[in-house]
């Protein structure tokens, strides 16, 4: 009998494996079958993929081998030498529980639909899902077509489906990113302060890293023209910490700058689609006539931040075919059943209206924040970014002492979240997420903050 626990941060797939597997070193013998997909997918009530995925990783690890009409068979592993040496324990779920927790990327659960997941989840599965290939490396053509519409329509991205790469989330993209350009390239720049994610992707590559600050309108473009750079990452719709859109006259004057040095301009289009004051400007890649812009999106911030780890990335023609010859043999990250569930979520409409909906729910949490911000801190706090995402980025205006804020939020279970420890510099802002919260949870929330933040001024 093997224990699975739904709610553990474990995946089920690896929970099931290392229960096998240890059920396999303690009590199967050589040439032993083991319980069929269908069986133990019923008994455990999993899906068929999961137990496939635990069943898959024992056989790479050589514990069992699938033979064709008789199923799953234990190999010889000389298991005595294990049962002398490895304990398998069960994987503790050790989470540090917080009254408010104040995450700038996370979104509040009850706003995820659900139901309408669910269902469209229920309704394709059996008539989608073949078991016995693999799938396109760059991800499935259905919905690459719709993102490919949907960019269009939102963002003026200029582009094909055959551009698109799907990734699973962010830093997965970067990482593909970095590979396929590191023949060519060497060096990257990135706006200061940045995001630390897109830099330590670089970084793992043996890139070297080149800071440009910014200004108000964005990155400092004459500054990025004395580096020896010819690629550069930028957030220009909502620039990463601190909030600045970058105008219209700085994207011709960058976009410039790639065309000259025949470079290339990473555009993480971050929180474009979580704008509440302002229509966001057109994306860069859509002003771009020369493919020197790669395009890069996610769905985490506006549908999930855990479960929906999807991202995407538009590739520019040239760089298309490098692409292709390096990920020839390379299958997709993303589950299929999550990528056809997403195409149709976005193709039957329901993304559009999901999207109207949260902007609704969020601008009210957002204006509640700043509101109550400016209520309660007053003069002592300058609110720098504002009106789009899922956070406002505040700093002190008054003398603090910030390990003591840090001690008292501590004491009074509060999770902060300070720009620079995912930014770097040395800067005191911090990052205050308001999505995460229920609306009426957001007074209580602010008032303790705000106790802690009075008690730790100089």
């Known amino acids: 009998m093997y224990l699975i626990n739904q709610s553990n941060k474990t995946p089920l797939h690896l929970q099931l494996y290392a229960q096998i597997k240890k059920d396999i070193i303690d009590n199967y013998k050589v040439g032993d079958k083991l319980p069929s997909l269908r069986k133990l997918a019923s008994v455990y009530n999993l899906s068929r993929t999961t137990v496939e995925s635990a069943y898959s990783q024992l056989v790479v690890e050589g514990y069992i081998e699938s033979y064709p009409k008789k199923g799953y068979i234990v190999e010889d592993i000389n298991a005595s030498v294990f049962k002398s040496n490895i304990k398998i324990e069960e994987v503790q779920d050790k989470k540090e529980s917080f009254l408010y927790d104040f995450n ?35 991800g499935e053509e259905g919905l690459r077509v719709q993102i ?76 990025l023209e004395k580096q020896n750079s010819r690629l550069v990452y930028v957030t220009p719709s909502h620039q990463y910490p601190t909030g600045v859109t970058m105008p219209v006259s700085n994207r011709y004057k960058l976009l410039a700058w790639a065309d000259k040095n025949d470079g290339f301009i990473i555009e993480d289009d971050c929180d474009s689609e ?24 996610t769905f985490s911030k506006s549908l999930s931040a855990s479960f929906l780890r999807v991202s995407y990335m538009v590739l520019p023609k040239p760089l298309l075919e490098i692409y292709k010859n390096h990920y020839t043999r390379v299958f997709s990250t993303v589950p299929l059943m999550l990528q056809i569930t997403l195409e149709k979520f976005i193709s039957e409409g329901h993304w559009d209206k999901h999207l109207r909906k949260i902007r609704t729910i969020n601008r009210k949490k957002h204006n509640l924040m700043k509101s109550l911000l400016e209520e309660k801190l007053g003069e002592s706090v300058k609110i720098e970014a504002q009106g789009a995402g899922l956070a406002i980025l505040i700093n002190p205006n008054v003398a603090m002492n910030l390990s003591k804020l840090k001690t008292l ?50």
């Open 409 to 458: 939020a501590k004491k009074q279970r509060i999770k902060l979240y300070f720009a620079k420890d995912v930014c770097g510099g040395d800067w005191d802002a911090i990052r205050m997420g308001f999505a995460v919260f229920k609306e009426e949870e957001l007074e209580p929330a602010l008032e303790m903050f705000s106790r802690i933040w009075h008690e730790a001024r100089e």
């Open 274 to 297: 979580l704008s509440y004051v302002n229509r966001p400007v057109p994306s860069l890649q859509g002003l771009d006539k020369s493919n020197r812009v790669i395009y890069i999106g």
């Open 104 to 138: 700038p990327v996370a979104l509040c659960k009850n706003n995820f639909p659900i139901k309408i997941w669910k269902r469209l989840f229920n309704k394709y599965i059996d008539e989608s899902l073949d078991f016995g290939s693999y799938h396109n490396g760059q």
């Open 148 to 223: 490919a519409k949907y960019i269009n329509k939102s963002r003026g991205v200029n582009c094909s489906a055959n551009q698109i790469v799907i990734g699973c989330g962010f830093t997965h993209s970067m990482e593909v990113l970095a590979k396929l350009l590191d023949d060519r390239y060497t060096t990257l720049s990135i706006e200061n302060p940045g995001y630390n994610m897109a830099k330590n992707a670089f970084l793992s590559h043996g890139y070297d890293i080149k800071k440009v600050s910014i200004d108000k309108h964005g990155i400092k473009v004459d500054e």
